[in-house]
């Protein structure tokens, strides 16, 4: 139980997050927190635990967004009803890149999944009907409460707070199931992966599969939130390198690594951006190219790693001072 | 052919040999250290931005801006080399790649961040007029371009081919352990392995800037189009990359003259992911 002790703890201070933090920003912020908590994680399945670094997870992110408001635009529906359309096209165009791409090793790998994004976002740009260069739009007033068209930020924020459970206990289940084993084992040495009877290629699709749905929701839920979508917000390759960085900046391969990778970098964004206004778009990125930059040159496993290994030293310590305690001992 | 025809793919020839000096840079550092350089086309692009502070600090064309593009990247790559490739080559995947990409947005949204998002050029006669060549008409600047482009990538192989700093280059691309037993330093090798690749990137740059628009972002699509080039070409092969950046050069010119302008980049990203899908191996390479 005691392992369960420290979650429900974090569980409850995000709960009760937005009672504390009431002022709009704020909120906002928390809501971003927890969407990008959700991109990031669902990054983490396929970029942490499967070691397979996508570049072009947002063409998934895009997927959502636009089924989400297409939806609402061509049919008039909720856009609820593009989620699980959404995950299905996702899941289908991550089979088509995912067959032939994923027996590459990993530089062609990030390499063509940079050049699928490119494309889409040119595609999409090009396509009248998902709305060229402009985008679709969600629905301006709401006309029930399942166009999730809200103005303040606090149902998105348990909105979204719910689906990143959701995503961090499928996450958690799959590490500790088969799969996550032979994920792992094939993160670590594909060969030796291969050569003791773990099913590469199948489970590497899989968990790039499972990624790609979970991704489009999040697409989706971001495309509700801000109630549009154009190519820029919705296929930039940028929005794959902040799924990315987060993962990493937390611990790739971590349960909670995208989480705490959200946590410090979206309040960072968010902030700069108010306090340097347009000149901070630029800016931001510096610091993120910057950050990555560090982390990779001298903590590559990322925050929570590091906060481990000097929890286990100190952990260490105190063991070894009790066995010095004993040995003294008469 | 008409005479239009064939200005094209004259046209995209010389682009094409900018293309081909590029992306022998990538290809070498790939061959060499098995690394992608996800920061590559972002290079370029700081070629091209020290062509442009040349001429507005200076009023001097690429006869200045060339060689200083070149000292500058060059520079660049060994300190990129040194602070940080040197360490994380020994990494897990995962850092091989973000490490680089993470070089990408720094160098990119540094400059963005201190000339903005504006899209500049330099002015059209910086290099001379059009030549007209029975019919054709050829811009100097393209000219000028294509030709050194194309003289320095067949320098360069010719450099890792037939020099003893070549030799010693392979060798430590070849087994490094070995080449240190030799007596090669395998760190030096490699340094001037980065310092020749950025170097080359900065030439392309300065070359291209005199006819190509200027922006921070052109170094994503220019690093496509030297991935494109690199897999097209086998990676670690120059001559390769020179064939594949001709080929690419021309492909593009084509499809942008024949479909439009709006989809040449659609057609070589395509045709970049088909490589990658049937042939991984590229046009040159063995498996």
């Not at chain 1, 704020?26 to 669902?42: D, E, F, H, N, W």
């Not at chain 1, 990778?261 to 902030?271: M, Q």
């Not at chain 2, 590559?40 to 040349?54: I, K, N, S, T």
């Given at each position: 139980m005691r392992r369960l002790l420290w979650p429900s703890v974090v569980l409850a201070l995000v709960i009760a997050y937005p009672l504390?933090?009431?002022?709009?920003?704020?909120?906002?912020?928390?809501?971003?927190?927890?969407?990008?908590?959700?991109?990031?994680?669902?990054?983490?399945?396929?970029?942490?635990?499967?070691?397979?670094?996508?570049v072009g997870h947002v063409v998934f992110f895009g997927c959502g967004a636009y089924a989400a408001m297409g939806a609402y635009t061509h049919f008039g529906l909720s856009p609820l009803v593009g989620i699980p359309a959404g995950i299905v096209v996702s899941v289908a165009i991550s089979a088509v890149i995912g067959v032939p791409t994923l027996r590459l090793s990993g530089h062609y790998f990030s390499m063509a999944t940079i050049a699928v994004a490119e494309l889409c976002r040119l595609v999409v740009t090009n396509t009248g009907y998902l709305g060229g260069g402009v985008g679709l739009s969600g629905p301006s007033v709401p006309r029930n409460v399942f166009d999730l068209s809200f103005?303040?930020?606090l149902p998105y924020y348990y909105l979204f707070l719910a689906v990143l459970c959701i995503t961090l206990g499928i996450t958690w289940w799959m590490a500790n199931s088969r799969m996550g084993f032979y994920l792992r084992a094939i993160r670590d040495s594909e060969r030796a992966a291969r050569s003791l009877g773990a099913p590469a290629s199948r489970t590497k699709l899989y968990a790039f599969m499972l990624s790609a749905g979970l991704t489009s929701v999040a697409g989706a839920l971001y495309s509700m939130m801000f109630g549009f979508v154009d190519p820029e917000s919705g296929l930039g390759i940028l929005i794959s390198v902040k799924m990315l960085i987060m993962a990493a900046l937390g611990g790739a391969g971590l349960?909670?690594?995208?989480?705490?990778?959200?946590?410090?970098?979206?309040?960072?964004?968010?902030?700069s951006n108010n306090l340097l206004g347009g000149k901070g778009a630029g800016l931001t990125f510096v610091v993120y190219g910057a950050i990555i930059v560090l982390i990779v040159r001298f903590q590559p496993g990322g925050i929570l790693t590091l906060i481990n290994r000097i929890w286990s030293i100190?952990?260490?310590?105190?063991?070894?001072?009790?066995?010095?305690?004993?040995?003294h001992a008469p | 052919m008409s005479t239009i025809l064939v200005q094209v793919i004259v046209g995209g020839l010389l682009l094409g040999a900018v293309y081909a000096l590029f992306s022998s840079g990538l290809t070498l550092v790939w061959g060499m250290m098995n690394i992608v350089n996800f920061a590559?086309?972002?290079?370029?692009?700081?070629?091209?931005?020290?062509?442009?502070?040349?001429y507005t600090l200076l009023g001097a064309g690429p006869l200045l801006g060339a060689p200083l593009a070149v000292l500058v990247l060059a520079t660049l790559g060994v300190i990129v080399y040194f602070g940080m490739i040197r360490e994380i080559m020994k990494g897990p995947m995962l850092a091989q790649i973000l490490g680089t990409f993470g070089l990408a947005l720094l160098l990119r949204y540094s400059v963005f961040w201190w000339f903005g998002a504006n899209f500049l050029t330099l002015p059209a006669n910086i290099v001379g007029g059009t030549y007209v060549i029975s019919g054709l008409r050829i811009e100097a600047s393209r000219f000028l371009a294509g030709a050194v482009a194309l003289l320095v990538t067949l320098g360069l192989h010719l450099l890792l081919t037939r020099t003893s700093l070549g030799s010693k280059m392979l060798a430590v691309a070849e087994d490094s352990t070995a080449a240190q037993l030799m007596g090669i330093r395998p760190d030096t090798m490699q340094a001037i392995a980065w310092a020749i690749a950025a170097g080359a990137t900065g030439l392309a740059g300065a070359l291209i800037a005199t006819f190509f628009y200027i922006v921070p972002t052109v170094g994503e699509t220019l690093g496509i189009v030297a991935f494109v080039t690199v897999s097209l070409g086998g990676f670690g092969s120059v001559p390769g990359a020179l064939v594949a950046g001709l080929l690419i050069g021309v492909i593009e010119s084509l499809s942008g003259y024949l479909i439009g302008a709006a989809y040449k980049d659609i057609v070589v990203y395509s045709l970049f992911l088909g490589f990658l899908w049937f042939r991984p191996q590229g046009l040159m390479g063995k498996t």
């Open positions: 504390w933090f009431s002022t709009p920003f704020q909120q906002r912020l928390g809501a971003l927190v927890l969407l990008y908590a959700i991109a990031a994680s669902a990054w983490n399945i396929v970029g942490g635990y499967a070691g397979q670094v996508s103005i303040s930020a349960l909670f690594g995208p989480l705490v990778g959200a946590a410090i970098l979206v309040p960072l964004e968010e902030i100190s952990d260490k310590a105190a063991k070894a001072a009790v066995a010095e305690g004993t040995r | 590559h086309g972002d290079f370029v692009m700081l070629g091209m931005y020290v062509a442009f502070v040349v």
